[in-house]
């Protein structure tokens, strides 16, 4: 399994971006998705994640009400808008996918609770 994940640039603050990641192989359907991001000196952190089916989708707290995470299954791709992007939304930004594909609010946030990364895609936030 291969994610690549793409959408990245630079763009000024209040600007947006959609990021997409797409998936090799016959059951991306089956899989949980999630992203996170990792600015320079700080951890990863989960950004948004979503079922299988889509019907659950969840968001850290810093990002509720400017990204939308979705999800098209017959394009094997995952997307995360970015809107009103800010300084801090900076980082290089990470697909990943979870063979199980039921998720709650707890294990969504878990990066040991994916099984497959992709390589990241760089935001860069500036004016």
């Known amino acids: 399994v291969q994610l690549q994940a793409s959408g990245g640039g630079l763009v000024q603050p209040g600007t947006s971006l959609r990021l997409s990641c797409t998936v090799s192989?016959?059951?991306?359907?089956?899989?949980?998705m999630g992203w996170f991001r990792q600015a320079p000196g700080k951890e990863r952190e989960f950004v948004a994640g979503?079922?299988?089916?889509?019907?659950?989708?969840y968001y850290a707290d810093s990002v509720k009400g400017r990204f939308t995470i979705f999800r098209d299954n017959a394009k094997n791709t995952v997307y995360l808008q970015t809107n009103s992007l800010k300084p801090e939304d900076m980082a290089v930004y990470y697909c990943?996918?979870?063979?199980?594909?039921?998720?709650?609010?707890?294990?969504?946030?878990?990066?040991?609770?994916?099984?497959?990364w992709g390589q990241g895609t760089q935001v860069t936030v500036s004016s």
């Open positions: 990943a996918a979870d063979r199980y594909g039921v998720v709650d609010e707890v294990s969504v946030a878990r990066p040991d609770e994916y099984d497959y």
């Open positions: 192989g016959h059951t991306f359907s089956s899989y949980a």
């Open positions: 979503i079922s299988w089916n889509g019907g659950s989708s």
